[in-house]
């Protein structure tokens, strides 16, 4: 997905709880928010698992979306011309932390 369509809703789950953020994604109606909701209940299972982090406390600290490369491809069109076609990719960092500890 484009790095504008992903912004767009990572600056709406930024520093907000977990389950709040859940909330949010589940309601919007970008087509970019199912995929960042994946990645959030990935973000959460890998905190819980490798650090013991309590998804009832944690939290989202640290969001980042990084534009990554561009796939390129060409359509045919008429007359045997082809016709660019430019798909960007982002790369998306998120950071959970726990309530408790952070303050």
């Known amino acids: 997905m484009s790095v504008f369509k992903a912004r767009r809703i990572i600056d709406q789950i930024r520093d907000r709880s977990y389950e709040e953020t859940l909330m949010i994604l589940e309601l919007m109606p ?7 909701l994946k990645l959030v209940y990935s973000a959460a299972a890998n905190a819980s698992h490798n650090i013991g982090l309590s998804e009832a406390n944690s939290f989202i600290s640290k969001v980042e979306v990084n534009g990554g490369s561009i796939v390129k491809k060409s359509r045919p ?15 998306i960092t998120i950071v959970l932390k726990d309530k408790s500890k952070s303050f």
């Open 77 to 91: 069109r008429a007359q045997g011309r082809s016709y660019p076609i430019k798909r960007p990719t982002c790369h």
């Open 30 to 36: 970008y087509r970019a928010s199912y995929t960042i």
